[in-house]
């Protein structure tokens, strides 16, 4: 236990280590990316509808939105995870994240199937941290999709050493995982993309643990990927690496 609880007080100072200097380079580099931004904007109003050069500005501002968001995932990894704990209903929690991207992602209609068996038990957890867990395993699940995509979400209550939690399974219909990734998955900066900082779903795990649950990967028969989330009714404190609970 002395041992586990120094690895964890090392890991906690590298964290706040690395937050510290993601923190001042997104801070001094928002400026410059909000003047890129302007500049952008007033190129697109001298030019008209539909030209090539437009189409290059389009793609210079999704990469300089793709810059912000890779200093926000790697500054949200580092950062402590403190909790507000309310009751709340997982497949209410589920269906925002889904919305926000589809509003994102408009030139492709992803679909959403919720299976809910739980009869809309509530639980305690921290809303804005699980509608970030969901839209990280939806944004996955998409990428893994050549087209529009499918995700099948089924709630269920569970017992484990006899402890109530409930149990949510978020499948995709995509390539599926490697065996040999399968588990890295929830190794800071490890992908499988071609794109992003590979913190997705270590992000992910940092939230679950900090709810005190489990989560991980399965491939599906007949194809893609299944999430696994355990989350228990009722969380109890754990360790002060994760931020105040």
Do not use: W
């Not at 609880?5 to 380079?25: D, F, K, M, N």
């Not at 992803?110 to 809303?127: E, N, S």
């Amino acid at each position: 236990e002395l041992q586990e609880t120094q690895q964890r007080l090392v890991q906690s100072e590298r964290l706040a280590a690395i937050g510290q200097v993601v923190t001042g380079l997104a801070h001094e580099s928002r400026n410059a990316l909000q003047r890129a931004r302007a500049c952008l904007d007033l190129l697109e109003l001298d030019l008209p509808q539909h030209s090539e050069q437009l189409d290059l500005i389009h793609r210079v501002r999704r990469a300089l939105n793709d810059l912000h968001r890779n200093y926000e995932e790697v500054r949200s990894y580092a950062a402590p995870i403190s909790l507000v704990y309310g009751e709340h209903q997982l497949v209410d929690l589920l269906r925002v994240p889904f919305d926000d991207l589809s509003c994102e992602f408009h030139d492709q209609v992803h679909q959403l199937h919720i299976v809910d068996h739980t009869h809309r038990t509530p639980l305690r957890v921290d809303a804005h941290r699980i509608r970030q867990l969901f839209r990280n395993i939806y944004e996955n699940a998409m990428a893994a999709s050549p087209g529009p995509c499918q995700i099948d979400v089924t709630l269920r209550a569970v017992k484990i050493d006899e402890r109530e939690y409930q149990r949510v399974d978020i499948r995709d219909h995509g390539s599926g995982i490697e065996p040999a990734a399968l588990s890295r998955l929830f190794e800071p900066f490890f992908t499988t993309h071609t794109s992003g900082t590979g913190l997705g779903l270590a992000i992910c795990k940092r939230i679950v643990d900090a709810h005190d649950g489990r989560i991980y990967v399965d491939n599906a028969r007949g194809g893609g990927a299944i999430v696994h989330i355990e989350l228990p009714l009722q969380p109890t404190k754990i360790s002060s690496l994760y931020g105040q609970v």
